[in-house]
């Protein structure tokens, strides 16, 4: 009897959790045009940002940062108009081995102590459809300033029941070469084109 009741508990809290999967699924609404007006600020956790760069020829070398931070101006009304700052700290590159990690970190590679951001500032946006746009910008690393573009896809919005704010998703993808900013370290064996990767969400001011 003991063990049809827990097998009954069980398979109750099993239901229970189930349901609220369902519950605490937004109604997320597609397209810049369906978004909300805002400001809005990164959700750290909720957003990665990895890098993947040529590694011999033979593989994809692939790391991240775990630390970045980010704002956006929205107005689905002139989407055009819109507006990001992200910086990424270089002290929290990771890639998955704490020595190594380390000597990126250090003066031959990011040099953090004395570079600790890298910034990318919008200067326009070129919409490409009712979903993507690009945001063309500054990227200031190792002191030096380049241009990047930062093809974004808006993934949708929607009030977020776990934070009580009203969010927007992205994904965004650029790619440029480390050369420009001063690492030319070992080219062409680890490869001079960088692409970046970012998933993210957006918490819009109260």
Known sequence: MNHLRSFSFLLATLFLL?????LLQPDVQQGMANLEKGEYELDPRHTTVLFKVDHLGLSKFVGRFNRVDASLDFDPADPAAARLTAVIYTASID???ADFSATLAGRSWFNSERF???RFVTRAVELVDGNRARFIGDLTMLGVTAPIALDVHF???ADNMLTGRY???FSAAARFKRSQ???DQYIPAVGDDVDVEVHAEFL???
């Open 204 to 206: 819009r001011h109260e």
């Open 116 to 118: 600790p951001e890298a």
């Open 95 to 97: 890639v998955n081995d």
């Open 181 to 183: 900013f001063g690492m």
């Open 18 to 22: 189930h349901g609220c999967g369902y």
């Open 167 to 169: 969010t927007l998703g």
């Open 155 to 157: 993934n949708g919005g």
